[in-house]
């Protein structure tokens, strides 16, 4: 939500303190040491739940062959598994707090954990090689290659008397030290600064460093200086790259202010940068704290997952995909079984294939090309907060602020990585819904399922229900609704019509990977900032010959999403000029989505559609492709209100009957999926047995039935079941019920 909040935190609360070590372990936060007051330094640890924001003194056990850590602050303190490692700090030899006598330290400390809450105990480890020199405000990060399963501490910078650039290395597993050689130009000596792994690279930013331009400092308390230089070192080759040089300028405020004693944390592929301190004039004899947050996108997003249908109609889907942690919006493209006439005469709208970094206050989406040269030294660019606004046709959601003005001009970044600054504001994310499959042949329309935020969930263990709500947008391949002992939580996708006549009919699933899909190229899109609040750029996909396939397969844009749902009833036709392209060039035109004329869809028409994630570094690679069928006029719609009542030996299933019934309803069934040797050899096909029909909206699935049940693990592990109603005509679309399950005590079902 990008919204901050103030927990109300119970128990041993410690008092504040300022250069601590910290560490997260799952839940539970570990703090030891710091700066109580100026003189006095604490080597106390406290532990924080934060599931119940519950704090707790800890007391480690001494270690056997020496003493505790004695108090100080500057100190680095790393997690990996269930030890923390200690290094260096700055401790006060005087007794007197008023009468500081600064001691750089460099003793080394391993703390061991207890699984879940408290610890073990603090063990001084014998180490082989040179200790790395004291120090404090340095950094310690653990990395530990995949292929190569033995993890390694690094040690970068830090303070004593002068600042520090030297790397050293840590061997975890024979406790070994080394001075690790490296190339390329090494970061000029720094202290509170941060540094982070993501994937195999070390990002440095920040910090104290020297006033000259060439590092040089005669005297240990020369002229220094905060900066905003940025860096990483690839901790596979060990090679240091310039990403923000130190001299460079930033007129426009378009990256982070140089700053020192800031936070950073990485999440997933994404760097945060929080605070810091501006640095001290001693004319002045001040400085400023920064409360600016930023983001650095590290590399292009994961692929959602499939496409998931909520509801279809005659002419429209409700979609969702799981949703992607820290991404900016998500192009959806679909595919049409029936030809789709190109259109002629409309000009394209050239944009910069590199992309568009940008403020939350208002995100410029922006796709850079699908590979990327390597740039040892790319430029790094951010729009000013609440200037910009996501731009977009009537359909597509990306702004984040209603307010932000407009500003035409576009910011082109480095393609490797994007810097944004975010403004924190109350938004209410939508809960990803798990991947699901779906028939490939048979209308599909269904309900879906109402929830707060996308997600329902209820706490009572007995009666569990799901109630249909048209305004939750999902694609997925089947309606489901994820339903547990202990909450539900919706999963809503329409099937094709669970069109099952006898026990052992198959419903056949369609989950065709990108990699099947190769007669035609991925395109490049991207959302382009304009003047109106329904307009937005995006490359259109490009080309290739006409494949070897029995029909020529074209992927149209239906919009580019901030959310992970869509409501799709029409979709972008592309000038036929840009149908013709073969190849992607260079610099190509892009179609301007104002310019595009839109096409509806047709009822009882098969859609394909594919999904991909958008971030500062572009578009990532696109989901496995759902296939779904509009609805046919005149057959009934899924039913709705879904209801599962657990009982010792049986479960009670009931349901209403569908909002749109067409007619009278002559039956419904009811269908369990149920193992079989065909599921073995394909997952994604599941076979149903019927095991009601008939005229009440209500069955009993007997302990029996329950015992054959096949468990789903597509998602989260559930017992899958569906249910469709007829009518003159015939079987309509049935909704799809998974039922969550315990799996340690899902066995005996």
């Given at each position: 939500t990008n919204q901050w909040f103030l927990p109300a935190v119970r128990g041993d609360i410690p008092p504040g303190c300022a250069a601590h070590g910290f560490v997260c372990d799952g839940t539970r936060i570990l703090v030891f040491g710091g700066m109580v007051e100026y003189g006095r330094y604490s080597n106390d640890l406290y532990e924080l739940q934060a599931s119940r924001w519950l704090w707790k003194k800890v007391k480690p056990q001494a270690p056997s062959n020496g003493s505790p850590p004695c108090p100080r602050l500057g100190h680095s303190f790393s997690l990996y598994g269930n030890k923390c490692y200690l290094f260096g700090g700055l401790a006060n030899e005087s007794e007197d707090s008023n009468n500081n006598v600064p001691r750089y330290l460099n003793d080394f400390y391993e703390l061991e954990l207890q699984h879940g809450s408290g610890v073990v105990g603090w063990s001084i480890p014998v180490t082989k090689g040179i200790l790395p020199s004291p120090r404090e405000s340095h950094t310690a990060i653990v990395y530990c290659r995949k292929d190569v399963g033995s993890p390694k501490m690094y040690i970068f910078g830090g303070m004593c008397g002068c600042r520090l650039n030297d790397l050293w290395e840590l061997d975890i597993e024979?406790?070994?030290?080394?001075?690790?050689?490296?190339?390329?130009?090494?970061?000029?000596?720094?202290?509170?600064?941060?540094?982070?792994?993501?994937?195999?690279?070390?990002?440095?930013?920040?910090?104290?460093?020297?006033?000259?331009?060439?590092?040089?400092?005669?005297?240990?308390?020369?002229?220094?200086?905060?900066?905003?230089?940025?860096?990483?070192?690839?901790?596979?080759?060990?090679?240091?790259?310039?990403?923000i040089s130190d001299c460079q300028e930033d007129k426009s405020n378009l990256l982070p202010g140089p700053r020192a004693g800031h936070c950073a944390v990485a999440v997933g592929t994404r760097l945060y940068i929080w605070s810091g301190r501006d640095g001290y004039r001693k004319a002045w004899n001040n400085q400023v704290c920064c409360k600016d947050l930023w983001y650095l996108d590290t590399e292009r997003p994961l692929a959602p997952s499939q496409v998931q249908l909520i509801r279809a109609t005659t002419n429209s889907f409700q979609l969702k995909w799981d949703e992607v942690p820290t991404v900016e919006g998500y192009l959806l493209q679909l595919h049409a079984d029936s030809p789709v006439p190109p259109v002629a005469g409309i000009r394209g709208t050239g944009v910069p294939e590199t992309p568009v970094l940008s403020s939350q206050g208002g995100c410029s989406l922006h796709q850079s090309p699908q590979s990327l040269p390597s740039v040892p030294y790319p430029e790094m660019k951010v729009d000013h907060p609440s200037q910009t606004n996501n731009l977009i046709p009537n359909n597509?959601?990306?702004?984040?602020?209603?307010?932000?003005?407009?500003?035409?001009?576009?910011?082109?970044?480095?393609?490797?990585?994007?810097?944004?600054?975010?403004?924190?504001?109350?938004?209410?994310?939508?809960?990803?819904?798990?991947?699901?499959?779906?028939?490939?042949?048979?209308?599909?329309?269904?309900?879906?399922?109402?929830?707060?935020?996308?997600?329902?969930?209820?706490?009572?263990?007995?009666?569990?229900?799901?109630?249909?709500?048209?305004?939750?947008?999902?694609?997925?391949s089947s309606s489901q609704t994820m339903v547990t002992q202990q909450a539900v939580k919706t999963e809503s996708s329409s099937t094709n019509g669970a069109v099952v006549k006898d026990e052992t009919s198959l419903t056949t699933f369609n989950s065709k990977s990108e990699a099947a899909e190769t007669a035609y190229v991925m395109p490049s899109t991207r959302a382009n900032t304009g003047q109106t609040n329904d307009s937005h750029s995006s490359r259109a996909p490009q080309r290739p010959p006409a494949p070897v396939k029995t029909r020529d397969r074209r992927w149209y844009d239906v919009g580019i999403f901030k959310n992970n749902s869509a409501v799709v009833s029409q979709f972008y036709l592309l000038p036929e000029e840009t149908l013709n392209i073969n190849s992607k060039t260079e610099g190509a035109d892009v179609p301007?989505?104002?310019?595009?004329?839109?096409?509806?869809?047709?009822?009882?028409?098969?859609?394909?559609?594919?999904?991909?994630?958008?971030?500062?570094?572009?578009?990532?690679?696109?989901?496995?492709?759902?296939?779904?069928?509009?609805?046919?006029?005149?057959?009934?719609?899924?039913?709705?209100?879904?209801?599962?009542?657990?009982?010792?030996?049986?479960?009670?299933?009931?349901?209403?009957?569908?909002?749109?019934?067409?007619?009278?309803?002559?039956?419904?069934s009811a269908y369990l999926a149920i193992r079989s040797t065909q599921l073995q050899e394909n997952p994604s096909q599941l076979v149903f047995m019927r095991i009601y029909c008939g005229l009440k909206t209500s069955c009993i699935v007997t302990a029996a039935q329950l015992s054959n049940a096949h468990v789903d693990y597509t998602s989260r592990p559930a017992i899958v079941f569906r249910i469709s109603a007829k009518n003159e005509r015939g079987y309509g679309p049935a909704t799809q019920v998974r039922w969550l399950q315990d799996m340690k005590t899902s066995g005996s079902k």
């Amino acid at each position: 939500t990008n919204q901050w909040f103030l927990p109300a935190v119970r128990g041993d609360i410690p008092p504040g303190c300022a250069a601590h070590g910290f560490v997260c372990d799952g839940t539970r936060i570990l703090v030891f040491g710091g700066m109580v007051e100026y003189g006095r330094y604490s080597n106390d640890l406290y532990e924080l739940q934060a599931s119940r924001w519950l704090w707790k003194k800890v007391k480690p056990q001494a270690p056997s062959n020496g003493s505790p850590p004695c108090p100080r602050l500057g100190h680095s303190f790393s997690l990996y598994g269930n030890k923390c490692y200690l290094f260096g700090g700055l401790a006060n030899e005087s007794e007197d707090s008023n009468n500081n006598v600064p001691r750089y330290l460099n003793d080394f400390y391993e703390l061991e954990l207890q699984h879940g809450s408290g610890v073990v105990g603090w063990s001084i480890p014998v180490t082989k090689g040179i200790l790395p020199s004291p120090r404090e405000s340095h950094t310690a990060i653990v990395y530990c290659r995949k292929d190569v399963g033995s993890p390694k501490m690094y040690i970068f910078g830090g303070m004593c008397g002068c600042r520090l650039n030297d790397l050293w290395e840590l061997d975890i597993e024979t406790m070994t030290w080394s001075r690790p050689e490296t190339k390329g130009t090494v970061p000029l000596p720094r202290s509170l600064h941060t540094a982070n792994v993501i994937g195999n690279k070390m990002y440095v930013f920040g910090g104290w460093v020297p006033q000259s331009a060439g590092g040089e400092i005669s005297a240990p308390d020369g002229e220094w200086k905060c900066t905003g230089s940025f860096s990483y070192l690839n901790l596979d080759t060990t090679e240091w790259i310039g990403l923000i040089s130190d001299c460079q300028e930033d007129k426009s405020n378009l990256l982070p202010g140089p700053r020192a004693g800031h936070c950073a944390v990485a999440v997933g592929t994404r760097l945060y940068i929080w605070s810091g301190r501006d640095g001290y004039r001693k004319a002045w004899n001040n400085q400023v704290c920064c409360k600016d947050l930023w983001y650095l996108d590290t590399e292009r997003p994961l692929a959602p997952s499939q496409v998931q249908l909520i509801r279809a109609t005659t002419n429209s889907f409700q979609l969702k995909w799981d949703e992607v942690p820290t991404v900016e919006g998500y192009l959806l493209q679909l595919h049409a079984d029936s030809p789709v006439p190109p259109v002629a005469g409309i000009r394209g709208t050239g944009v910069p294939e590199t992309p568009v970094l940008s403020s939350q206050g208002g995100c410029s989406l922006h796709q850079s090309p699908q590979s990327l040269p390597s740039v040892p030294y790319p430029e790094m660019k951010v729009d000013h907060p609440s200037q910009t606004n996501n731009l977009i046709p009537n359909n597509v959601q990306v702004s984040l602020s209603s307010n932000s003005k407009v500003e035409g001009k576009e910011k082109v970044a480095a393609p490797e990585n994007k810097v944004t600054q975010e403004a924190m504001k109350n938004h209410a994310d939508a809960t990803g819904f798990k991947e699901s499959n779906a028939p490939s042949h048979l209308p599909v329309c269904t309900s879906s399922a109402q929830t707060s935020a996308n997600v329902g969930e209820l706490h009572d263990l007995d009666k569990q229900t799901v109630n249909p709500d048209a305004s939750v947008s999902s694609t997925v391949s089947s309606s489901q609704t994820m339903v547990t002992q202990q909450a539900v939580k919706t999963e809503s996708s329409s099937t094709n019509g669970a069109v099952v006549k006898d026990e052992t009919s198959l419903t056949t699933f369609n989950s065709k990977s990108e990699a099947a899909e190769t007669a035609y190229v991925m395109p490049s899109t991207r959302a382009n900032t304009g003047q109106t609040n329904d307009s937005h750029s995006s490359r259109a996909p490009q080309r290739p010959p006409a494949p070897v396939k029995t029909r020529d397969r074209r992927w149209y844009d239906v919009g580019i999403f901030k959310n992970n749902s869509a409501v799709v009833s029409q979709f972008y036709l592309l000038p036929e000029e840009t149908l013709n392209i073969n190849s992607k060039t260079e610099g190509a035109d892009v179609p301007d989505y104002r310019l595009l004329k839109k096409q509806d869809l047709f009822p009882g028409t098969v859609y394909r559609f594919r999904v991909a994630a958008i971030n500062g570094c572009g578009v990532g690679p696109f989901s496995k492709i759902s296939e779904f069928k509009t609805c046919i006029p005149g057959f009934p719609g899924a039913p709705s209100t879904v209801k599962i009542t657990k009982s010792v030996d049986c479960i009670h299933l009931s349901w209403e009957p569908p909002a749109s019934p067409s007619g009278n309803i002559l039956e419904y069934s009811a269908y369990l999926a149920i193992r079989s040797t065909q599921l073995q050899e394909n997952p994604s096909q599941l076979v149903f047995m019927r095991i009601y029909c008939g005229l009440k909206t209500s069955c009993i699935v007997t302990a029996a039935q329950l015992s054959n049940a096949h468990v789903d693990y597509t998602s989260r592990p559930a017992i899958v079941f569906r249910i469709s109603a007829k009518n003159e005509r015939g079987y309509g679309p049935a909704t799809q019920v998974r039922w969550l399950q315990d799996m340690k005590t899902s066995g005996s079902k």
